[in-house]
């Protein structure tokens, strides 16, 4: 009888012991190899080779969102902020770690995000329909909400000139056409992009000539502003990425030029490299065409970043600005180029 009992515990205490094993301790399969250069980059005009690093793997870093927005670089704190929309969260990509955590929740369901001069966070709200600034405390300051007395529509993204701290942001009204971006309701002003005076607040409307004004940048010298219009989702009409000149520090646009069309999907975030390249990133075309696609300053594509998902924007990131973070629909992904961002973010 004893030598029974002490078999029984000592295989409960086996068993125990067992159980007690963390899972993460346990040997975890490797990841599949995978043969260089990676098939995400597809190269449409040998000029496009000069920004390929052959050794570099799409990375995918992290997933769990539902529509991934807005991405946008500090270089301070090393980290990628980015908006998962239908969740209403800002979450950040820690460059150190990799891990992806919330920032912000709720965040009235922003979408575009940008770093000012000193360091201070915009963002473009779509419930309240705002752009706000986060200042070192208190609660974010409101810098745009309505125009002529009329409340605008969903701002969408915002980017700010060096010289004097002026921003510009789009409106086209994403966030006001359904509950799952924010909240629905009709829309009391043309689409547009304005331009927020950095000292007296006094917002100016740039521009309505463009049906759905979405992701913005500069050019490297900030002579130029790209605007992508994602016309398609709501209008018989191709989705482009729109040039114009850019006067007194942006708050005038003249010379409205047609840069890029898309025959299939659309381009959303835009961001310009060091050579004056932009890098546009682009959702709903299907397999072949959702990912990146990349342009010389004259408009001719000459390559592309294949991607699994539909993709919503885009920042250059890290010390070099030399690493792309990729806003997939439900995931964010990383990939080394030779190319160098131009902009903070």
């Known amino acids: 009888m004893d030598l029974d009992r002490r078999r029984f515990i000592t295989g409960m205490t086996a068993v125990a012991g067992l159980a007690a094993t963390p899972v993460l301790a346990q040997p975890m399969r490797p990841p599949e190899p995978q043969r260089y250069p990676d098939p995400a980059w597809k190269v449409l005009d040998k000029r496009f080779n000069k920004y390929m690093i052959g050794n570099a793997p799409l990375q995918r870093e992290w997933t769990g ?3 991934a927005e807005g991405s946008a670089w500090n270089g301070v704190g090393r980290y990628v902020v980015f908006s998962d929309i239908p969740n209403d969260r800002q979450m950040r990509w820690d460059e150190v770690t990799g891990a992806v955590t919330p920032l912000r929740v709720p965040a ?3 979408n575009g995000n940008t770093f000012d001069f000193e360091g201070r966070q915009i963002s473009c709200e779509h419930s309240t329909a705002r752009v706000v600034r986060y200042n070192w405390q208190g609660e974010p300051e409101v810098l745009a909400e309505s125009f002529e007395g009329k409340r605008l529509n969903a701002p969408n993204d915002a980017v700010v000139h060096p010289a004097d701290g002026g921003i510009i942001f789009t409106d086209p009204g994403y966030g006001s056409h359904w509950w799952y971006e924010g909240g629905v309701r009709e829309l009391e002003l043309p689409t547009s992009v304005y331009h927020i005076d950095p000292r007296s607040r006094t917002l100016t409307k740039l521009t309505d000539e463009i049906f759905k004004p979405n992701g913005l940048c500069f050019s490297p010298d900030y002579r130029k502003l790209y605007v992508a219009d994602t016309a398609a989702t709501h209008h018989p009409e191709p989705a482009r990425i729109i040039v114009w000149d850019v006067i007194d520090n942006g708050r005038k646009l003249t010379n409205r030029q047609v840069f890029a069309t898309s025959e299939k999907g659309f ?5 310009a490299d060091v050579d004056g390249n932009i890098w546009a ?3 709903f075309g299907g397999e072949g065409i959702d990912g990146i696609h990349v342009y010389m300053p004259d408009g001719t594509k000459i390559g ?5 998902e539909a993709c919503a924007n885009l920042t250059f990131a890290g010390k070099q600005r030399n690493r792309l973070f990729i806003c997939g629909s439900q995931s964010v992904y990383t990939l080394y180029t030779a190319a160098q961002g131009a902009h903070r973010s």
């Open 65 to 67: 969102s539902l529509w």
């Open 108 to 110: 009235n369901f922003s």
């Open 267 to 271: 381009h959303d975030g835009i961001r």
């Open 281 to 283: 990133a682009t959702a």
């Open 304 to 308: 592309q970043v294949l991607m699994p």
